[in-house]
């Protein structure tokens, strides 16, 4: 499979846990983009790298969120100190430059208990 | 703000029928109109897209009308099938750049 991928794809927490996501783009896709989506709702876009470099946060992302690039490959996001309205999928896509189509990967699906 | 609105929120449409979701938009920066769609627990697909320069574009039993006048898009299944029930989302990007989401509208295909 070729595809994005992510994991894990649920995670059950305590509020006030620390969690980390892990995404893995489409090879040799330079764009890596992370969006959050709630119940009934549509995606809603949080950051995006080109290679490692993180180019746009969105302002739905509080300090107690803070996503990686390191090599330009795979990504991870993390949220601190979490709050139970911080329960949503986790979506993240990839691109190639200069690409408008982004490929989604399946979502880590996050309960805050 | 909401940038792109969609309707109608849920649909329902007999099998062979014809199932019509719109979208409108207000950032004219925007130029690039996609339709996802999304099964449970599934992340959203690309179903098809459009830029501004054409007014129609088709692929299969699905057909984008976009009006750029009137900042709207629309989507048409042509004879649907309970395969295509889902979630379809209908987004907008400018540039090179991240997606606004429309909503979303639960599609439900009868037999």
Redesign the interface.
């Known amino acids: 499979d070729t595809g994005?991928s992510q994991n894990p794809r649920h995670k059950i927490t305590k509020r006030g846990q620390n969690v980390t996501f892990r995404c893995d783009p489409i090879s040799e896709h330079n764009?890596l983009?992370w969006?959050r989506q709630t119940l009934?709702?549509?995606?809603?876009?949080l950051t995006?790298f080109q290679n490692e470099a993180q180019l746009?946060k969105s302002r739905l992302l509080s300090d107690r969120f803070s996503a990686e690039r390191p090599k330009g490959s795979f990504s991870t996001l993390e949220i601190q100190r979490t709050e139970q309205g911080d329960s949503a999928m986790y979506?993240c896509?990839s691109?190639p430059?200069?690409?408008?189509?982004?490929?989604?990967?399946?979502?880590t699906r996050l309960t805050v208990l | 703000q909401q940038q792109v609105k969609q309707s109608p929120q849920s649909l329902i449409v007999q099998k062979g029928g014809i199932s019509i979701i719109n979208c409108a938009y207000e950032n004219t920066a925007f130029d690039y109109f996609p339709w996802y769609q999304q099964f449970p627990g599934k992340g959203p697909a690309l179903l098809i897209a459009i830029r501004p320069d054409v007014s129609e574009k088709k692929e299969g039993r699905f057909t984008i009308s976009f009006n750029k006048s009137a900042k709207q898009f629309s989507l048409h299944i042509m004879d649907s099938q309970p395969g295509d029930s889902a979630t379809y989302f209908c987004a907008a990007m400018p540039g090179y750049s991240t997606l606004t989401f429309g909503k979303g509208t639960m599609l439900l295909v009868s037999p």
């Open positions: 994005v764009r983009y969006y009934g709702q549509g995606p809603e876009f995006y746009e979506l896509a691109s430059t200069k690409s408008d189509t982004q490929y989604f990967g399946p979502g």
